[in-house]
């Protein structure tokens, strides 16, 4: 693959070179996808009619099923008052009966908000205040939490045909619909809230052709066809699950295992019985296998049906990479995205595995470039602020538009905030801008702190961040939260002469904190902001 930037400034351009030309013809165009999400389910008449599309704990659709399940839905949703413009919450677990309902919202031009069920009851309320929806629905057959939410809000309990039973709040007489968009392809279709870690959680508008470029990318760099049967295991309510697993798995005819909650025991079975192709993650859930196979003593696992491992979502650390490796016998692929792009920047190929932790070239038709603090692009090689634009960029921050102006220039270029190499045409995310800690007037970068401590055999997962040090003028200190393995000792006296043996001194943690467990995220990432408050007072 050719370079496709400027060896004087890291800006990468997918279309220069006629290498880069080739590369990205082979991707399918935007103009030649569907114009909307829900006109993928008409798109394979060579399918036989038997083909299925999703499959649940509560049993199968076709694809002729799931089609005829989603024009039932949307004639129930338009007589319960629902309008294009309107804003329709999902609350809800991984399900077929999800993928029905936003389908079935965004057909109307109204925008789904899918919420994971298992987020906190004041969480879901924050969404509820700030997108004001004409409807509330509970999926709750196979989520005991949706459940809980109904009775918190004293939803109607209704059984909807396709969908079976659910919970549904009294009509919004109040919301104000959006404006139609006259291209189907330019209209919202999905409202999804960010995570909150770093901050109150913001409404992400992403389009139909935001999610479908996704969805083609996604599909082709992993060559799927009719015949791939994809672990759904990651939540369908955040746009990974949504338009890299669900979108691309109905884009290529191909069938969708859902799971709606991880566990080592019963993805293991599932792989073996139902002869998975693909198992998409997030690290955590790779590091969960991991100790599952320790436990377990599994030194390999055998999966001959299985020929994609991918994660995305957090850091992958080298250490886990090299673990996971060795127990599937595959290469553990790596990709980078955030909400804002639907979310895929950079993705690494299946025919250019990598043995370091890159996520990979920029997907053919992403732009990507790295600054210096005063704007400059800085050289290949060195640490700069990722800015990125391309046909995955959200529509913007929904009610939010000095947030959105301040996120993405007038050029069209989106701040990642997160710090980034360029090396050979592959990103190496090195940490976030905010993160970045600064010692001895040295820059320490977190994930190079966690890479060496999760290196150490007792360590599951760490977290670094700063503190100002007491007594400095803007000096900071390195403090490291370690959690270790289940069954596995390490003293705080052992984790610190490990990390005097691989850093420079100046990047050793000025304290280590031991912590039974991370705060994680409902997708695996762990919450830096409630360890920040654990470390804003040094030790007495």
Same mark, same amino acid.
């Given at each position: ?86 804003? %329709? *919450?999902?609350?809800?677990? $991984?399900?077929?009966?999800? +993928? @029905?309902? =936003?389908?079935? #919202?965004? &057909? /109307? ?94 409404? %992400? *508008?992403?389009?139909?052709? $935001?999610?479908?470029?996704? +969805? @083609?990318? =996604?599909?082709? #760099?992993? &060559? /799927? ?316």
């Amino acid at each position: 693959m050719g370079s496709g930037y400027s060896p004087g400034g890291s800006v990468y351009h997918r279309t220069v070179s006629m290498a880069e030309r080739t590369e990205t013809s082979r991707y399918p165009k935007p103009a030649s996808l569907p114009s909307r999400i829900a006109d993928l389910l008409g798109s394979h008449p060579e399918l036989p009619p038997d083909h299925p599309a999703l499959i649940d704990a509560s049993g199968l659709w076709t694809y002729t099923e799931l089609e005829q399940a989603v024009r039932q839905t949307r004639t129930w949703l338009a007589a319960s008052g629902v309008r294009a413009g309107d804003r %329709v *919450m999902i609350v809800s677990e $991984n399900c077929r009966a999800f +993928a @029905a309902l =936003a389908f079935a #919202i965004s &057909s /109307l031009d109204a925008w789904p908000v899918p919420v994971n069920a298992r987020i906190s009851a004041r969480e879901i309320d924050e969404i509820r205040d700030h997108c004001d929806p004409r409807r509330i629905v509970y999926l709750t057959a196979l989520s005991q939490r949706a459940k809980q939410h109904v009775e918190r809000r004293g939803a109607q309990i209704v059984d909807i045909p396709p969908l079976g039973s659910l919970g549904i709040s009294p009509l919004n007489e109040h919301a104000i619909p959006e404006k139609t968009e006259a291209a189907g392809a330019d209209q919202v279709a999905l409202l999804l809230y960010t995570s909150g870690t770093s901050g109150r959680p913001k409404g %992400v *508008m992403l389009t139909h052709a $935001n999610v479908l470029f996704i +969805a @083609a990318a =996604a599909s082709q #760099i992993r &060559s /799927l066809t009719p015949k791939d049967r994809i672990y759904g295991v990651l939540p369908m309510s955040h746009v990974v699950g949504f338009s890299a697993n669900l979108l691309s798995t109905l884009l290529r005819g191909a069938t969708l295992f859902i799971s709606s909650r991880f566990d080592p025991v019963a993805v293991q079975r599932d792989i073996e019985e139902h002869q998975l192709t693909v198992m998409l993650g997030v690290p955590s859930m790779f590091a969960l296998l991991a100790e599952y196979a320790r436990l377990k003593g599994i030194t390999s696992f055998n999966f001959p049906s299985l020929r994609i491992i991918s994660c995305s979502g957090a850091p992958l650390h080298r250490s886990l990479k090299e673990e996971v490796e060795g127990l599937f016998g595959m290469t553990l692929c790596h990709s980078y995205g955030l909400t804002e792009c639907s979310p895929t920047v950079a993705q690494v190929r299946l025919d250019a595995p990598r043995r370091d932790t890159s996520v990979g070239p920029p997907l053919p038709g992403v732009e990507v470039k790295l600054v210096d603090p005063s704007g400059q692009c800085v050289p290949d090689g060195e640490v700069g602020e990722l800015w990125t634009r391309g046909p995955n960029l959200m529509k913007g921050y929904y009610r939010a538009p000095e947030e959105t102006a301040a996120a993405v220039n007038a050029d069209g270029w989106f701040n990642t905030r997160d710090l980034a190499q360029l090396r050979g045409g592959n990103l190496f995310i090195v940490g976030r801008t905010k993160e970045m800690i600064v010692r001895f007037g040295f820059n320490v970068y977190p994930a190079e702190v966690e890479n060496v401590l999760d290196a150490h055999p007792a360590v599951a997962r760490s977290a670094v961040l700063g503190r100002a040090e007491q007594g400095t003028q803007g000096g900071e200190e390195v403090i490291a939260f370690v959690q270790l393995k289940d069954h596995e000792q390490a003293t705080l006296a052992e984790l610190s002469a490990h990390a005097t043996r691989h850093l420079a001194p100046y990047k050793v943690p000025s304290q280590l904190i031991l912590i039974r467990e991370m705060p994680l995220t409902s997708t695996g990432k762990i919450r830096k902001d409630q360890l920040a408050s654990l470390a804003a007072k040094p030790p007495s």
